[in-house]
């Protein structure tokens, strides 16, 4: 069985920084695309940035320059480095997992569907 499991979310000031960890089981994230969304009340679930299986990465404008995905493949766990937070990055972040046979979450040329429950970050101003 297949699990995703997020922590590091927290309240912070803007301009403060997270770093969330997302452990997986039953899966080895080396072997596939990993990736960050988050969705703030009211809004659609948006694609953070994206980890390929070689190793590149693809990050959403609104981040670029401020977070960084990492992933230590002998821990099987993904991070995401934020950096200079902003009110407007406050929302539920969720960890997943690329699905190629059934996924329904397109993003950056990956399909996505195994989804972790979340983590939540406010940032204040």
């Known amino acids: 069985q297949i699990q995703l499991v997020e922590s590091g979310g927290d309240s912070v000031q803007a301009g403060g920084s997270l770093r969330l960890s997302c452990a997986a089981s039953?899966?080895?994230?080396?072997?596939?695309?990993m990736g960050w969304f988050r969705q703030a009340p009211g809004k659609e679930r948006e694609g953070v940035v994206v980890?390929?299986?070689?190793?590149?990465?693809a990050y959403a404008d609104s981040v670029k320059g401020r977070f960084t995905i990492s992933q230590d493949n002998a821990k099987n766990t993904l991070y995401l480095q934020m950096n200079s937070l902003k009110p407007e990055d406050s929302a539920m972040y969720y960890c997943?997992?690329?699905?190629?046979?059934?996924?329904?979450?397109?993003?950056?040329?990956?399909?996505?569907?195994?989804w972790g429950h979340g983590t939540q970050v406010t940032v204040s101003s």
């Open positions: 997943a997992a690329e699905d190629a046979g059934y996924g329904s979450t397109w993003w950056r040329g990956c399909k996505f569907g195994y």
């Open positions: 039953g899966y080895s994230i080396s072997n596939y695309c």
């Open positions: 980890i390929y299986s070689a190793g590149s990465t």
